[in-house]
């Protein structure tokens, strides 16, 4: 007779397993967001980054943002090189 | 025969020339420089912010360090004596101290101080895009 067994009723989003884990099948799909809309979001984040940095490198005055620029071209350079000892430096400076 | 040929055999066939599994050495786009070297790079276009270098005269600017730059300059004198000078700009704060050969030092002011922070300028944005491919403002690559 109906009504001797129960029956849960059935769920668009979400399944119930044995072990009385949910999985939710809408915030699975959020998940996997697409390609295109997370480097969207990363661009806009570089972008704030950027307009942060420009702002405070507007506060320095020509000698601390001449020390800026030579701080960052030595870590590009560092990026770029491979490890060796450097004496003919030390008898340049 | 080890059990990695013998797979690589099932999958391939022939496993004696291997040679094309090899990554190739210094690529030109990958090529890893030395400090040496691109200080060296860096120089040649540092060496011509100040106007051409008269004939006979070898000269070099370059950035040493975070906080330093270096001046080199080498000629004959007029008795072909060969005459060389070297001076460090060291920033230090708020100012830039300029030290040369006999213990000589001194701060940098009015249109000295100019000149050297437009050519560290000018320094810093062609060096960033001609030897490190950056764009200058940004530091991101081009």
Partial sequence: MPGDTFTPPRQENSTVFDDGNVLEFRKAREGLRPQSEIEAERAVQSAYDYSVTAESERQLTPVEYAALQLVELHKVRQERMVNEDKPFLKEAA | ?142
């Avoid at chain 2, 004696?16 to 200080?39: F, Q, V």
């Avoid at chain 2, 460090?88 to 000149?115: C, F, H, P, T």
């Fill in chain 2, 1 to 142: 025969m080890s059990v990695f040929k013998k797979a690589l055999t099932l999958l391939i066939g022939d496993t004696n020339d291997l040679s094309y599994l090899k990554m190739p050495k210094n690529t030109a786009g990958l090529k890893k420089l030395g400090e040496r070297e691109l200080i060296q790079l860096e120089s040649n276009i540092g060496r011509e912010l100040f106007g051409p270098v008269p004939q006979g005269h070898r000269r070099e600017f370059f950035c040493l360090d975070e906080k330093t730059c270096i001046w080199y300059e080498e000629y004959k004198d007029k008795d072909g004596k060969q005459v060389s000078a070297t001076t460090r700009y060291e920033i230090q704060g708020d100012k830039v101290l300029k030290a040369q050969e006999g213990a000589r030092y001194s701060y940098l002011e009015g249109g000295e101080l100019n000149n050297l922070l437009t050519a560290i300028n000018l320094y810093y944005e062609r060096v960033m895009r001609a030897v490190y491919h950056r764009d200058p403002k940004t530091r991101q690559p081009l």
